[in-house]
């Protein structure tokens, strides 16, 4: 399966490191809190008053304190994605080939080519830049052709 299967990841997706990489979705959720609260439809001063903010900052924090959310998380922690993992920083960028070892891994090597080794990218707005890490790939301008050639 090493050798002869491969999936793609194109900037800072969240779907293909949702399971395993833990790490890297707290990064995309704390980046994203500012996106998700200024969605909140209330007024700005609302916000504020009913801290907001702050409430999301201690459901994250509580989530990982919750006993079957915590277990549920120990069995995520332990996928890995068979095969390579193409990695492509941008839509310009020469792809990069990677391993995804798992979660616990002990890098002693110094090994350079791991997938968790591609750390989050924070953003000017997480929220509007993540359906492009998971479907420019696919629809463009990443690896796909045109649609009118493919029609």
């Not at 310009?92 to 070892?101: F, G, R």
């Amino acid at each position: 399966l090493w050798n002869n299967s491969c999936n793609f990841v194109y900037k800072n997706d969240v779907v293909p490191r949702g399971y395993g990489y833990l790490s890297f979705v707290e990064d995309f959720v704390e980046d994203a809190q500012e996106d998700l609260v200024k969605a909140i439809p209330i007024p700005k001063i609302a916000k504020n008053i009913l801290d907001i903010q702050g409430k999301l900052d201690d459901m994250v924090e509580g989530a990982t304190d919750n006993e079957s959310l915590a277990g549920l998380l120990g069995v995520f922690s332990q996928y890995r994605h068979m095969g390579n993992l193409i990695y492509y920083e941008s839509e310009d960028a020469k792809p990069l080939v990677l391993k995804d070892m798992g979660a616990f891994h002990k890098n002693t090597e110094g090994a350079t080519n791991l997938f968790r080794s591609v750390k989050y990218k924070p953003v000017k707005s997480a929220m509007d830049e993540f359906m492009g890490w998971h479907m420019d790939i696919i629809n463009g301008p990443g690896l796909s052709f045109p649609e009118d050639q493919l029609m």
